[in-house]
């Protein structure tokens, strides 16, 4: 997942390959709650791996459930009909899906607890809910503003005399959150027949088919009069099915079917292969596919697998009531983008109660892009820009919701080729944190990926500098230097001399260098080396096979390699002259020699190396006559290189100093 305060996405061309994607959180987080209010035990495969998710997983522990999760799979203890721990304090942070069926659960359960989440969810109404439980004989009050979290729950009398009315127009998660949890009062013996009825046009009702199709799963057969009116029978009760798998989820697919329907298309027939989901699934925002289908999509389907490709260019524009595919909906309005004409998104008013008041959003979001944007209560029509003169690079608020930002993300194939900049871009987390990451891995980027260089002599503070630029813009990180130290390493270990009669034995180690980058950690043929290569003997080895031109060569491809999306910081001695020449900003970092050597040697000092200040700063006035006279690619800037002399400033004060020249450099 990006942790940075901002994710910039280079302009992209296609996707190509395949993606599998994480588990749908509405069925995860349904599955997580029947499980943890069966007895018995139920195994969860595939479970995504969220923050909604996790709240939920959290919720059930302090409950008193037995959880156990061991990467995608949770074995899940039940708790039966009643939690073991009476009192608990839950935060659900702003899921959604936890909030609703917890309130619902505990309320018929009974016990002292608290539900509350992150301010967001505190303005996210759940009034027709307590109001339902609360004419069941629930007791429930209000923590703070009335109909709305947190909210406090006390031992219910529960009547099943009437039917419970519960509202369905505003959000269908109060149905699922009755229907899930009214099994426990059904099965409680003498009890009777549990029958709700829909008050209002329930809106959303392919959630509560997921709802229902679940329940089944666990062994309580719901009655259904069309969408008004549900009845759970009496002595109805949960029944674990041992193991159950969780279905990728259709509206984190709809982002990869837009990728696929708006990529330029490339060599190879076939486009883009979305896997763990296919059209026959259970969840109604695999719907998408027939919306994306009237835009001109090419979709193919197998039994979990769905294959897009472009087919209409640009895209038809729609009008479409949106009411059955509210969330995927937003995938849409990014779609649009990409229109012959304008599209009209209608009958989503439940857009304006969701993480963020999602038409407003969107509208504000889409227009930076160039887009004109129409707005009302329960519908959003977009215009697109005009694809040769109307497109903006645009900076992309996200309000902390993770659909802003995925949908954000597919302004980034626009035709003028310019990047998209996404604020926030952790708030994928809620249900697909590795959305970035996955998208990168099939996407091929419609400009050079911009390469971010810094070079300068030994001990500079290049390595540090470049390392925490990379981590403050999400970009990959390059440390050119170890790939020379690994060689001279390998030539060590193969009985060479890092000298030029070696040279053509070195050059063809180096050319198949077998090295392993992983986190701040690396391997030479299996064997880890991190320490290794640090030491100052390793430095002059290091200095020495980089004077032999074949070695240079034969660590080309190696380095371009590393230029990936969303971006590169590569430091060394020859990253702007030489290896990424086209690099919209080079530094050349100095900073004076005595300095240089003070701080290797606390440097060597500090990580258990013995070092030598006289013979350190030897060593270092030797390689620095070498690196710079060397008749290969020496140590010199670049001649459009920023010259930064760090002798008195802090590594923050580096920092920020480069990352102000790039943010100068970027159009938004
Ligand atoms: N601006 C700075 N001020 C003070 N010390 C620094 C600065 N930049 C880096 N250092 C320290 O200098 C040492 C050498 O830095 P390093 O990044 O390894 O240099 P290089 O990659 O250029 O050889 C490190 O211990 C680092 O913490
Ligand atoms: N792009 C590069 C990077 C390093 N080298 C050579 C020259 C250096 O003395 C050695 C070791 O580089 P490294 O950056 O690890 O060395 P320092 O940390 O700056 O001491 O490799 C190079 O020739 N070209």
Redesign the pocket.
Known sequence: MYDTEFLDIPALRSVRGSVRLPGSKSISNRVLLLAALCEGRTVVHDLLDSDDTRVMLDALRALGCGVQVDGSRATIDGLGNRPRQPQAELFLGNAGTAMRPLTAALAVLGGDYQLRGIPRMHERPIGDLVDALRALGCTIDYLGTPGYPPLRIGQPAVRLDQPIGVRGDVSSQFLTALLLALPLAASQPGRRDVVIEVVGELISRPYVEITLQLLARFGVQVQREGWSRFTIPQGSRYRSPGDIHVEADASSASYFIAAGAISEPGRGPNGLKIEGVGEQSIQGDIRFVDAARAMGAEIDSGPNWLQVRRGAWPLKAIDLDCNHIPDAAMTLAAMALYADGPSTLRNIASWRVKETDRIAAMATELRKLGAQVEEGTDFIRVTPPDSTTGWRAASLHTYDDHRMAMCGSLAAFNPARLPVRIQDPRCVGKTFPDYFETLFAIAEPSTPVPVLCV??????G??TLAAAVAHRLGYHYL???????LT?LAARQAQLEPEPVNEAEIAALARQLPVQFRADRVWLAGEEVTEQ?RSEAA??D??R???LPSV?EALLNL?HSFARLPGLVA?????GT??FPFAPLKVFLTADAAQRADR?HKQLISKGISANIDSLRADLAA?DA??SS?SV?P?QPAQDALLLDNSQLSVEESVDRVLGWWQARQPF
């Not at 070079?455 to 500079?460: E, L």
């Not at 430091?571 to 990253?575: A, P, V």
């Open positions: 070079d300068g002599p030994t001990a500079s290049k390595g440390d050119s230097g170890a790939l020379y130290r001279g290569i430095g002059m290091a200095s096979v980089s004077a240079r380095q430091d060394g001695r020859d990253m030489q290896i290797r390689r070498r690196d060397r690619a140590l």
